[in-house]
């Protein structure tokens, strides 16, 4: 597994993912001790199922940058577009990143309804050029952390004030423009169109698996 130079955590949904596989699993543990509704054995490929998808579609997608490359993992695959291809970056209800002219969505980071009419006179979503606008992230001035260290950032954000999808859109708008400029690449160049061809989607091939699997169980024992 490549190397996560810089990890940011998921928004959407991560507490409600976990509480509801603690739920699956407690219908389990209480059908097996006698006290829960007496599953049906398709009701425990049910159960299954609902847990695979659980985990696919609110707790399996991250985002996260490392080796040169933005990854966003979604439900069903993982994609790996180089920094200096993307185009455009936005954290709307979920997030888009423009590249050869393709858009890439990932549920793993979000902002609310509330915060985008809240924050839609700030702009974001912006492509190349600068993200000098972005309060707290080109200038970390004054005491703020070092490049690199995580957890001081967060702290420092929280200080600032600024909602996480918010800095994590100005972060990676940062880096994108940082890998424009090594690469010596300008924004809707030939160029850069070139090193979108270099985008790689691998399918999550043990979710897939499991969701076919535990979806033929269940119609299997449910037509028995």
């Known amino acids: 597994m490549a190397a996560r130079e810089e990890d940011f ?63 966003l993992r979604t439900m069903l695959e993982t994609v790996r577009l180089p920094l200096a291809a993307v185009e455009a970056i936005a954290v709307r209800q979920v997030l888009v990143v423009t590249a050869g002219g393709r858009r890439y969505v990932c549920p793993a980071l979000g902002r609310s309804r509330k915060a985008l009419v809240r924050g839609s006179a700030g702009g974001g979503g912006r492509g190349g050029g600068g993200i000098g606008a972005f309060v707290g992230v080109r200038s970390w001035g004054d005491g703020a952390p070092a490049e690199g260290d995580e957890v001081a950032r967060r702290s420092h954000e929280r200080a600032l004030g600024v909602d996480y999808p918010r800095y994590v859109e100005g972060r990676l708008l940062e880096l994108t423009d940082r890998a424009r400029l090594e690469a010596r690449v300008r924004p ?37």
């Open 9 to 71: 955590r998921p928004t959407n949904g991560p507490a409600v993912g976990l509480l509801a596989l603690a739920v699956l699993v407690g219908v389990v543990v209480l059908d097996v001790l006698g006290q829960g509704p007496d599953l049906a054995p398709w009701g425990y490929a049910l159960v299954v199922l609902l847990g695979v998808l659980v985990w696919a579609a609110v707790l399996r997608p991250r985002v996260w940058v490392g080796q040169g490359d933005l990854v």
């Open 188 to 224: 809707g160049s030939d160029a850069q169109r070139e090193l979108a061809a270099g985008v790689r989607r691998e399918p999550a091939w043990p979710e897939i698996a499991a969701l076919a699997l535990s979806a033929v169980a269940l119609v299997v024992l449910v037509l028995r």
